[in-house]
């Protein structure tokens, strides 16, 4: 770990390491939302409503690959960065932690890798199954198969990817995750001009330059640790599956699996529900859906971003500094909510009709993005909540509000669908993001008694352990 990014995490003022740590991250994820509407451009030349469909109804198939590589990801970087945080210890054993942190890099890489081909080979052979239970039928359902399809024959390579980026950030080095994301999002604009455009492949192309792009930024993030990093190793000598390691790691990536799988069924449902009101709506939500990520992506890129920072501050038992991030973390979500959704709020009418020509799609998704921009007034502080409970090992907390969203939205969105009809399938979510940000807030409060504790021994223990033997 360089003496640079060990200042940005232990030491610098906020600001200034909020600044290091997130901007990248809003730039990353930023530039690859960009990607995704462009993305959606493509298909639309195509004038092809089914293909638009499919991409939407594809959206939970990759929801889960992600949810996958999210578990190694969230789990192994949260304790790397708390190993990192423990050397600052008085008591610490800096050796021990140090080998910990290799083992556990280790492990994120192999472990995803090999998930990612187990679910890789089930998704190919269940791929037209999973395009139907998704919702795609019709003249939908070819194309959303071979989408589905395309992405499990790179599962392998996502998986990896999603637990790779978010390692790399474990040690503070952010300019080097938004690097991978950028060239990822280059190299799939150009695999997407390619596939889509010049061969004329259309929704398997792009699915074909979606694993593509993913395998050059799986490269550059194996290329990164192996090189460049001074604290983690991907060597299959430093491979540990010991109980501790488990139980660390699935115990708080379980939290992101857990979100990232109620998310699914809230998306599955909406599915199910709005097909009875034709393919326009599916479309207009895949674009809305696209179109207002942006600001929910600057907003992800600052608590994810920021991660690092609560873990090592928590490992350090600086508990200070743990508070201060996260005071400073929620007045950046605030500051991006307001700003750049007022922005996209008030040319919506004008940003939707890039993306088609159908009046009926422009009438829905200009209705379903407003709704979208409100949700992430409220979604933003949620998601910084589960990130300070994933951070400081408060799996219980970060299980429940995992969870929340998806079991509340259901009720809604089915109750909504009776009563409102179409408005209220599209305002379901916006109400669900309302009531889990209220669950966040009560849980926050009644757990800022756990933010002053001193961090679980298990980690140092469990690498003194390991070591010795």
Not at 348 to 368: C, E, I, K, M, N
Request: hydrophobic letters at 60%; proline letters at 3%; aromatic letters at 10%.
């Amino acid at each position: 770990m360089s003496a640079s990014n060990r200042f940005y995490l232990s030491s610098a003022p906020i600001w200034r390491s909020l600044v290091h740590l997130c901007i990248p991250m809003i730039a990353g994820f930023s530039v690859g939302v960009v990607y995704n509407i462009i993305n959606a451009g493509f298909i639309g030349a195509l004038h092809s409503t089914p293909m638009l469909a499919a991409v939407t109804f594809a959206m939970p198939v990759f929801a889960l690959i992600m949810a996958i590589g999210g578990v190694f990801g969230v789990g192994g970087g949260t304790y790397i960065s708390r190993l990192l945080g423990a050397q600052e210890t008085e008591d610490a054993d800096a050796g021990a932690a140090a080998s910990r942190i290799k083992q556990v890099s280790s492990f994120t890489l192999w472990a995803s890798i090999a998930t990612g081909a187990v679910i890789g080979v089930l998704g190919l052979v269940f791929a037209t199954s999973l395009a139907g239970l998704v919702g795609a039928s019709g003249a939908a359902l070819a194309p959303t198969a071979q989408y589905i399809g395309a992405m499990f024959a790179f599962a392998p390579v996502l998986v990896a990817c999603f637990s790779l980026e978010q390692v790399v950030r474990a040690e503070g080095a952010a300019v080097a995750s938004m690097t991978g994301l950028i060239a990822s999002t280059v190299a799939n604009l150009v695999f997407d001009v390619l596939f889509i455009l010049v061969l004329g492949w259309g929704v398997l192309g792009a699915g074909i330059a979606l694993g593509l792009s993913n395998v050059v930024m799986a490269g550059y993030y194996v290329w990164w640790l192996s090189r460049r990093s001074e604290a983690m190793s991907l060597r299959p000598r430093w491979f540990r599956a010991d109980g501790e390691m488990l139980r660390t790691v699935f115990g708080v990536g379980a939290s992101e699996l857990l979100q990232s799988s109620f998310l699914i069924v809230t998306t599955l449902v909406t599915n199910w529900i709005a097909i009875g009101y034709g393919d326009a709506l599916l479309a207009s939500m895949g674009v809305a859906l696209r179109i207002s990520q942006l600001p929910e992506m600057m907003c992800m890129g600052v608590f994810m971003g920021a991660i690092p920072l609560f873990a090592y501050a928590f490992g350090a038992r600086n508990h200070a500094r743990l508070r201060r991030g996260i005071a400073g973390a929620a007045v950046a979500i605030l500051g991006i909510t307001v700003v750049f959704s007022g922005i996209v709020f008030l040319f919506r009418d004008q940003v939707f009709a890039l993306f088609s020509a159908d009046p009926s799609v422009v009438s829905d998704g200009t209705q379903v993005l407003t709704a979208m921009l409100v949700a992430t007034v409220f979604n933003g502080i949620t998601g910084l909540v589960i990130a300070v409970f994933q951070a400081t090992e408060q799996v219980r907390n970060a299980t429940i509000m995992s969870v929340a969203q998806g079991i509340l939205f259901i009720p809604i969105v089915l109750l909504g669908n009776v009563v409102f009809g179409i408005t209220g399938v599209i305002w379901a979510m916006t109400v669900t993001e309302l009531l889990t940000f209220a669950l966040g807030m009560t849980l926050f409060a009644l757990s800022r008694r756990a933010l002053d504790a001193a961090p679980s021994p298990e980690a140092v223990e469990a690498a003194e352990a390991a070591v010795a033997a």
